[in-house]
């Protein structure tokens, strides 16, 4: 009881220690009191675009046709050859690397992945001599890549990357239908 008596500046502790709890409780209640709550949502939506760019260099006679995300190459023989343009588009503001991939999904023959040599080859000399082995080429615009996988870097704003898919028919290659999934990742 002696604590209850003692004052400080002629205060009572108790009436100081009862004010300082009262204080700390009333101070803990205000302190959890929510005066607001919000949400955040976020909706990312996809940087790339991707449509089909003109036809370029073809066999005579090979037809080529896209359809959505479909591209459909008819006619194709032994020794031909045809090249689909992919147009890749950066609708963010920074710089996005697009990692560009093709795979053999269906058909007889396999395809073996092509290199800058074959592409010369195409170019320059329509394709002859004629490789025993089909090939498939991916390439980027600047020729920095060729192969499979190739890596892109596309610039932002809007800004527009071509990507080019030849496919050459080889002398074993076995007549029907081959399929193939490409896929453009970042």
């Known amino acids: 009881m002696k604590f209850f008596k003692k004052r400080w500046h002629s205060i009572p502790i108790g009436i100081i220690t009862a004010i300082l709890l009262v204080c700390l409780l009333g101070g803990g209640v205000f302190a959890a009191y929510t005066a607001w ?12 675009r991707v449509e089909a760019g003109p036809t370029g260099l073809t066999s005579v006679g090979v037809d080529i046709n896209w359809s959505g995300n479909t591209v459909t190459i008819n006619n194709l023989m032994p020794g031909q050859f045809a090249e689909c343009e992919l147009d890749i588009y950066n609708d963010s503001t920074v ?9 053999q999904t269906a058909g007889v023959t396999t395809w073996t992945v092509g290199d800058l040599a074959d592409l010369t080859r195409i170019w320059q000399a329509g394709g002859v001599p004629v490789p025993v082995d089909s090939r498939m080429i991916l390439q980027d615009q600047a020729l920095s890549g060729v192969g499979n996988p190739i890596v892109l870097t596309i610039p932002g704003n809007g800004s527009m990357v071509s990507a080019y898919l030849w496919f050459q028919a080889g002398t074993d290659i076995a007549p029907g239908s081959y399929s193939f999934q490409l896929t453009v990742d970042r």
């Open 37 to 48: 709550t919000g949400t955040a949502e976020i909706n990312v939506t996809e940087a790339f």
């Open 95 to 103: 710089p996005l690397a697009a990692t560009i991939t093709i795979t």
